[in-house]
């Protein structure tokens, strides 16, 4: 009896994020890029529980917070610099895996001349 503790021991256990991210009761159509069925009417961000990107519970993330304000920071400061241009079509098809992550695609960084900083 106290060897199957022991085995249990070292069991993991997983949360489905792709499953509960793509649940069609709660995100119609999960496929389609549509950043506004994550705003109000007023466009400003609606927090979703059901959101689930670094995991939950104990198991969450401890980074979590910094992984946001740095992505933050990092994609503000890029996109007030420089516009992205694709090259070639741009497509929101996936790969899977352990998670899915998009395909690889192609895009350059043009310089913003409108926007001058001190």
Known sequence: MANSH???LFLQIMYPLYCINHDEK???EPDRFDPGRHLDQ???YMRNERVVLFSVGKRRCPG?????AELF???TSTVQQFRLVPHGE???KSKPGQVFYPVPYKFYLEERKDV???
């Not at 979590?64 to 946001?68: I, P």
């Open 6 to 8: 022991i085995r249990l």
């Open 26 to 28: 709660h995100f119609p």
């Open 42 to 44: 007023d466009g400003s």
């Open 64 to 68: 979590e917070q910094l992984a946001r």
């Open 73 to 75: 920071l990092f994609l």
């Open 90 to 92: 741009l497509t929101y």
């Open 116 to 118: 001058k900083f001190d």
